[in-house]
Protein backbone atom coordinates (compact mmCIF):
# COMPACT_ATOMS: atom_id res chain seq x y z
CA UNK A 1 0.00 0.00 0.00
CA UNK A 2 1.69 3.77 -0.91
CA UNK A 3 2.67 5.47 2.01
CA UNK A 4 1.43 9.17 2.00
CA UNK A 5 4.27 11.80 1.44
CA UNK A 6 5.20 14.08 4.28
CA UNK A 7 3.91 16.83 2.59
CA UNK A 8 0.74 15.92 1.95
CA UNK A 9 0.74 14.47 5.56
CA UNK A 10 1.45 18.08 6.73
CA UNK A 11 -1.12 19.76 3.91
CA UNK A 12 -4.13 17.02 5.85
CA UNK A 13 -3.09 17.81 9.43
CA UNK A 14 -3.11 21.99 8.46
CA UNK A 15 -6.78 21.51 6.53
CA UNK A 16 -8.09 19.88 9.94
CA UNK A 17 -6.88 22.03 12.28
CA UNK A 18 -8.24 25.19 10.58
CA UNK A 19 -11.05 23.47 10.19
CA UNK A 20 -11.29 22.64 14.02
CA UNK A 21 -10.57 26.53 14.39
CA UNK A 22 -13.19 27.72 12.31
CA UNK A 23 -15.48 25.56 14.61
CA UNK A 24 -14.65 26.60 17.44
CA UNK A 25 -14.56 30.29 16.70
CA UNK A 26 -17.69 30.52 14.97
CA UNK A 27 -20.39 32.44 16.45
CA UNK A 28 -22.94 30.71 18.40
CA UNK A 29 -26.09 29.33 16.81
CA UNK A 30 -29.27 30.88 18.13
CA UNK A 31 -31.40 27.55 19.37
CA UNK A 32 -34.53 27.19 21.14
CA UNK A 33 -34.94 26.93 24.33
CA UNK A 34 -38.19 26.13 26.09
CA UNK A 35 -37.56 28.70 29.35
CA UNK A 36 -38.11 26.25 32.21
CA UNK A 37 -41.63 25.98 32.49
CA UNK A 38 -43.56 22.68 32.73
CA UNK A 39 -43.19 20.12 30.50
CA UNK A 40 -46.64 19.85 29.69
CA UNK A 41 -46.96 23.48 28.56
CA UNK A 42 -43.23 24.70 27.76
CA UNK A 43 -44.58 24.65 23.52
CA UNK A 44 -46.28 27.66 24.56
CA UNK A 45 -43.87 30.05 24.71
CA UNK A 46 -40.22 29.17 23.51
CA UNK A 47 -37.10 31.70 22.89
CA UNK A 48 -34.97 31.57 20.00
CA UNK A 49 -31.23 32.43 21.67
CA UNK A 50 -27.81 31.21 21.68
CA UNK A 51 -28.22 29.35 25.29
CA UNK A 52 -24.72 27.91 25.77
CA UNK A 53 -24.49 27.06 29.60
CA UNK A 54 -24.04 24.35 31.28
CA UNK A 55 -22.83 22.75 27.91
CA UNK A 56 -24.90 19.73 28.23
CA UNK A 57 -28.19 21.07 29.29
CA UNK A 58 -28.36 24.64 28.39
CA UNK A 59 -30.38 26.57 30.21
CA UNK A 60 -28.86 29.97 30.44
CA UNK A 61 -25.87 32.23 28.16
CA UNK A 62 -22.76 32.87 29.62
CA UNK A 63 -20.15 34.74 27.65
CA UNK A 64 -17.05 36.62 28.41
CA UNK A 65 -16.97 40.11 26.59
CA UNK A 66 -15.90 40.77 23.23
CA UNK A 67 -15.99 36.27 22.61
CA UNK A 68 -17.22 36.35 18.89
CA UNK A 69 -18.68 32.74 20.02
CA UNK A 70 -20.93 34.06 22.00
CA UNK A 71 -21.14 38.29 22.12
CA UNK A 72 -22.93 39.18 18.98
CA UNK A 73 -20.81 42.60 18.50
CA UNK A 74 -18.27 40.75 19.08
CA UNK A 75 -15.94 43.69 20.92
CA UNK A 76 -14.25 44.26 23.96
CA UNK A 77 -16.44 46.80 25.40
CA UNK A 78 -18.24 46.28 28.63
CA UNK A 79 -21.13 44.43 27.49
CA UNK A 80 -22.44 41.09 25.91
CA UNK A 81 -24.97 41.42 23.48
CA UNK A 82 -27.35 38.41 22.87
CA UNK A 83 -29.92 38.56 19.79
CA UNK A 84 -33.32 37.36 21.08
CA UNK A 85 -36.67 35.77 19.60
CA UNK A 86 -39.80 34.86 20.82
CA UNK A 87 -41.57 31.90 19.15
CA UNK A 88 -45.19 30.18 20.30
CA UNK A 89 -47.06 27.23 19.75
CA UNK A 90 -43.06 25.48 19.20
CA UNK A 91 -42.34 21.84 18.00
CA UNK A 92 -38.86 21.73 19.59
CA UNK A 93 -40.90 19.10 22.11
CA UNK A 94 -43.50 17.59 20.52
CA UNK A 95 -43.22 14.25 22.20
CA UNK A 96 -43.90 15.85 25.51
CA UNK A 97 -45.55 18.66 24.96
CA UNK A 98 -48.52 19.09 22.07
CA UNK A 99 -50.01 21.88 23.64
CA UNK A 100 -50.83 24.73 21.03
CA UNK A 101 -52.40 28.46 20.75
CA UNK A 102 -50.92 30.93 22.53
CA UNK A 103 -53.27 33.83 24.01
CA UNK A 104 -51.10 35.97 25.56
CA UNK A 105 -47.75 36.79 26.71
CA UNK A 106 -46.33 39.16 29.46
CA UNK A 107 -42.10 40.09 29.73
CA UNK A 108 -41.55 40.96 33.36
CA UNK A 109 -40.32 44.58 33.47
CA UNK A 110 -41.17 45.43 30.03
CA UNK A 111 -43.83 47.95 30.64
CA UNK A 112 -42.69 51.53 31.06
CA UNK A 113 -45.11 52.24 34.14
CA UNK A 114 -43.14 53.23 36.90
CA UNK A 115 -41.33 49.86 37.37
CA UNK A 116 -37.71 50.91 39.07
CA UNK A 117 -36.92 47.55 36.80
CA UNK A 118 -38.02 48.59 33.54
CA UNK A 119 -36.21 47.52 30.62
CA UNK A 120 -36.63 49.12 27.59
CA UNK A 121 -34.53 45.85 25.65
CA UNK A 122 -36.90 43.63 27.01
CA UNK A 123 -39.68 46.77 25.83
CA UNK A 124 -38.58 45.91 22.45
CA UNK A 125 -38.99 42.11 23.14
CA UNK A 126 -42.13 42.19 24.13
CA UNK A 127 -43.33 44.84 21.22
CA UNK A 128 -42.77 42.60 18.49
CA UNK A 129 -44.51 40.18 20.36
CA UNK A 130 -47.55 42.30 20.53
CA UNK A 131 -46.89 43.95 16.98
CA UNK A 132 -45.44 40.42 14.81
CA UNK A 133 -47.45 38.17 16.10
CA UNK A 134 -51.44 37.93 16.05
CA UNK A 135 -52.54 36.86 18.95
CA UNK A 136 -54.29 34.29 20.12
CA UNK A 137 -52.90 32.17 17.68
CA UNK A 138 -52.84 28.67 17.30
CA UNK A 139 -50.35 28.26 13.89
CA UNK A 140 -47.29 26.42 15.02
CA UNK A 141 -43.78 27.60 15.14
CA UNK A 142 -44.68 31.77 14.54
CA UNK A 143 -40.99 33.99 15.72
CA UNK A 144 -40.77 37.52 15.98
CA UNK A 145 -37.49 39.01 14.68
CA UNK A 146 -35.06 39.12 16.37
CA UNK A 147 -34.11 41.61 19.54
CA UNK A 148 -30.90 42.45 20.66
CA UNK A 149 -30.46 41.89 24.68
CA UNK A 150 -27.60 43.84 26.29
CA UNK A 151 -25.80 43.14 29.45
CA UNK A 152 -23.03 45.38 31.00
CA UNK A 153 -20.23 44.07 32.93
CA UNK A 154 -19.71 45.95 36.09
CA UNK A 155 -17.10 47.97 36.89
CA UNK A 156 -14.37 49.21 36.35
CA UNK A 157 -14.00 49.90 40.39
CA UNK A 158 -10.84 51.10 41.87
CA UNK A 159 -7.39 49.33 41.01
CA UNK A 160 -9.47 48.37 37.73
CA UNK A 161 -11.62 45.41 38.56
CA UNK A 162 -14.45 44.31 37.05
CA UNK A 163 -17.42 42.35 38.12
CA UNK A 164 -19.94 39.95 35.52
CA UNK A 165 -22.99 41.56 34.85
CA UNK A 166 -26.81 39.44 35.22
CA UNK A 167 -29.78 40.24 34.08
CA UNK A 168 -32.60 37.96 34.09
CA UNK A 169 -35.65 37.52 31.98
CA UNK A 170 -39.48 36.36 33.07
CA UNK A 171 -42.35 35.79 30.49
CA UNK A 172 -45.51 34.66 31.67
CA UNK A 173 -47.67 33.05 28.59
CA UNK A 174 -51.14 31.94 28.99
CA UNK A 175 -53.41 29.68 26.72
CA UNK A 176 -56.98 28.57 27.08
CA UNK A 177 -57.14 27.03 23.48
CA UNK A 178 -57.18 22.83 24.03
CA UNK A 179 -58.56 22.75 27.57
CA UNK A 180 -60.85 25.38 27.61
CA UNK A 181 -59.33 26.26 31.31
CA UNK A 182 -56.56 28.48 31.53
CA UNK A 183 -52.95 26.99 31.19
CA UNK A 184 -49.76 29.03 32.29
CA UNK A 185 -46.58 28.37 30.88
CA UNK A 186 -43.87 30.54 33.16
CA UNK A 187 -40.46 30.76 30.88
CA UNK A 188 -37.02 31.79 32.60
CA UNK A 189 -33.93 33.25 30.61
CA UNK A 190 -30.82 34.12 32.76
CA UNK A 191 -28.04 36.12 30.78
CA UNK A 192 -24.33 36.52 32.36
CA UNK A 193 -21.65 38.77 31.27
CA UNK A 194 -18.10 37.81 32.07
CA UNK A 195 -15.93 40.83 32.11
CA UNK A 196 -12.55 40.14 29.88
CA UNK A 197 -10.03 39.24 32.42
CA UNK A 198 -6.86 41.28 30.51
CA UNK A 199 -9.08 44.46 29.37
CA UNK A 200 -11.16 45.78 32.80
CA UNK A 201 -9.78 49.90 32.02
CA UNK A 202 -12.22 52.88 31.74
CA UNK A 203 -10.91 53.92 28.30
CA UNK A 204 -11.31 50.77 26.79
CA UNK A 205 -14.79 50.38 27.89
CA UNK A 206 -16.21 53.77 27.43
CA UNK A 207 -16.11 56.20 24.84
CA UNK A 208 -15.29 59.19 27.47
CA UNK A 209 -16.08 60.83 30.59
CA UNK A 210 -19.77 61.47 29.81
CA UNK A 211 -20.12 57.86 28.50
CA UNK A 212 -18.84 56.45 31.66
CA UNK A 213 -21.27 59.24 33.89
CA UNK A 214 -24.35 58.09 31.37
CA UNK A 215 -23.71 53.93 31.84
CA UNK A 216 -22.36 54.18 35.72
CA UNK A 217 -24.31 56.51 37.46
CA UNK A 218 -27.72 57.69 35.64
CA UNK A 219 -28.40 54.42 33.63
CA UNK A 220 -27.92 52.49 37.16
CA UNK A 221 -29.50 55.27 39.63
CA UNK A 222 -31.31 57.57 37.30
CA UNK A 223 -32.92 57.00 34.52
CA UNK A 224 -35.00 54.01 35.86
CA UNK A 225 -39.17 53.94 35.87
CA UNK A 226 -40.95 56.66 37.67
CA UNK A 227 -37.72 58.62 38.00
CA UNK A 228 -35.82 60.28 35.54
CA UNK A 229 -36.82 58.09 32.27
CA UNK A 230 -39.25 59.61 29.23
CA UNK A 231 -41.84 58.26 31.19
CA UNK A 232 -41.41 59.20 34.88
CA UNK A 233 -39.73 63.08 34.18
CA UNK A 234 -39.47 63.89 37.61
CA UNK A 235 -38.77 67.17 37.67
CA UNK A 236 -39.31 67.11 34.35
CA UNK A 237 -36.05 66.07 33.74
CA UNK A 238 -34.91 62.65 32.02
CA UNK A 239 -31.60 61.15 32.14
CA UNK A 240 -31.60 58.52 29.45
CA UNK A 241 -28.92 57.96 27.23
CA UNK A 242 -28.76 60.28 24.08
CA UNK A 243 -31.07 63.11 25.61
CA UNK A 244 -29.21 63.29 29.08
CA UNK A 245 -26.75 65.98 27.97
CA UNK A 246 -28.24 67.87 26.57
CA UNK A 247 -31.09 67.98 29.21
CA UNK A 248 -28.67 69.11 32.17
CA UNK A 249 -25.83 71.36 30.77
CA UNK A 250 -26.46 75.22 30.88
CA UNK A 251 -30.02 74.54 31.58
CA UNK A 252 -32.29 75.71 33.74
CA UNK A 253 -33.65 73.62 37.49
CA UNK A 254 -37.30 72.80 37.35
CA UNK A 255 -36.92 73.60 41.61
CA UNK A 256 -37.84 77.53 42.07
CA UNK A 257 -35.73 77.57 44.89
CA UNK A 258 -32.70 76.22 43.08
CA UNK A 259 -33.72 78.36 39.73
CA UNK A 260 -34.05 81.71 42.32
CA UNK A 261 -30.97 81.37 43.65
CA UNK A 262 -29.56 80.97 40.26
CA UNK A 263 -28.41 77.26 39.84
CA UNK A 264 -28.14 75.65 36.69
CA UNK A 265 -28.55 71.97 36.77
CA UNK A 266 -25.18 72.37 35.24
CA UNK A 267 -23.26 74.86 35.15
CA UNK A 268 -20.59 76.04 32.71
CA UNK A 269 -18.49 79.55 33.05
CA UNK A 270 -16.76 78.91 29.63
CA UNK A 271 -15.24 76.23 27.02
CA UNK A 272 -13.69 74.17 29.60
CA UNK A 273 -14.62 75.49 33.00
CA UNK A 274 -17.66 74.88 34.79
CA UNK A 275 -19.11 75.29 38.81
CA UNK A 276 -19.47 71.91 40.59
CA UNK A 277 -21.23 74.89 43.45
CA UNK A 278 -23.74 76.50 41.44
CA UNK A 279 -25.06 72.86 39.89
CA UNK A 280 -28.57 71.56 41.22
CA UNK A 281 -27.22 67.49 39.92
CA UNK A 282 -24.05 67.97 41.73
CA UNK A 283 -25.63 69.88 44.55
CA UNK A 284 -28.04 66.65 44.91
CA UNK A 285 -25.73 63.71 44.52
CA UNK A 286 -23.95 64.82 47.11
CA UNK A 287 -26.43 66.25 49.56
CA UNK A 288 -25.41 69.83 49.85
CA UNK A 289 -29.30 71.23 49.46
CA UNK A 290 -30.75 74.36 51.14
CA UNK A 291 -34.47 74.23 52.03
CA UNK A 292 -36.84 74.09 49.34
CA UNK A 293 -34.22 72.27 47.33
CA UNK A 294 -35.95 68.91 47.55
CA UNK A 295 -34.64 65.58 48.42
CA UNK A 296 -31.00 64.27 47.69
CA UNK A 297 -30.63 61.99 44.79
CA UNK A 298 -30.64 59.37 44.19
CA UNK A 299 -34.20 59.23 45.71
CA UNK A 300 -34.61 56.00 47.90
CA UNK A 301 -31.53 54.58 46.70
CA UNK A 302 -27.74 53.95 48.65
CA UNK A 303 -25.69 57.50 48.07
CA UNK A 304 -23.71 57.27 44.70
CA UNK A 305 -20.23 55.79 45.52
CA UNK A 306 -17.48 58.77 46.45
CA UNK A 307 -15.55 57.67 43.18
CA UNK A 308 -18.47 58.85 40.88
CA UNK A 309 -19.21 61.98 43.00
CA UNK A 310 -15.98 63.36 42.42
CA UNK A 311 -15.97 62.19 38.60
CA UNK A 312 -18.65 64.60 38.11
CA UNK A 313 -17.26 67.07 39.94
CA UNK A 314 -14.38 67.00 37.81
CA UNK A 315 -16.40 66.58 35.06
CA UNK A 316 -17.90 69.71 35.52
CA UNK A 317 -14.79 71.93 36.59
CA UNK A 318 -14.00 70.96 32.85
CA UNK A 319 -16.87 72.65 31.28
CA UNK A 320 -19.10 69.15 31.17
CA UNK A 321 -18.17 67.99 27.87
CA UNK A 322 -20.38 65.57 25.87
CA UNK A 323 -16.97 63.53 24.45
CA UNK A 324 -13.45 63.26 25.38
CA UNK A 325 -11.84 62.02 28.15
CA UNK A 326 -11.44 64.30 31.49
CA UNK A 327 -8.21 64.32 33.15
CA UNK A 328 -8.52 61.72 36.64
CA UNK A 329 -11.90 60.23 34.84
CA UNK A 330 -10.79 57.57 33.56
CA UNK A 331 -8.53 55.19 36.31
Known sequence: MPQSSPSFAAAVFCLLTWLLITILAAPAEAEIFGGGGNAKYDCLFVLDTPVNDPPLKNKRIRCTDGDPACDADGVINGTCVFPTAA??????NLAECTLTGLQSSLIDHSEDNGDPKFDTEFQALQSRIDNELELPDATPDQCTGFTNISVDVKGPFPKQRC????????????STF????????????????????????????????FDRIQRQVFDVSCALGGCHDSEGLAGNLTLESGSAHGAIVDVDPNNATALNSGLKRVMTTGPMTGDPTMSFLYLKVI?????GMG???????????????????????????????VAGTDE
Request: hydrophobic fraction near 35%; include cysteine.
Open 287 to 291: DDLAP
Open 178 to 209: ATGRQIKDTDRLKMICEPDPDMCDAQTLFSGT
Open 163 to 174: RRGKKRMKVRSF
Open 295 to 325: QSMPFGMKKIKKGFRDMIELWILDGAPETGW
Open 87 to 92: CINSSF
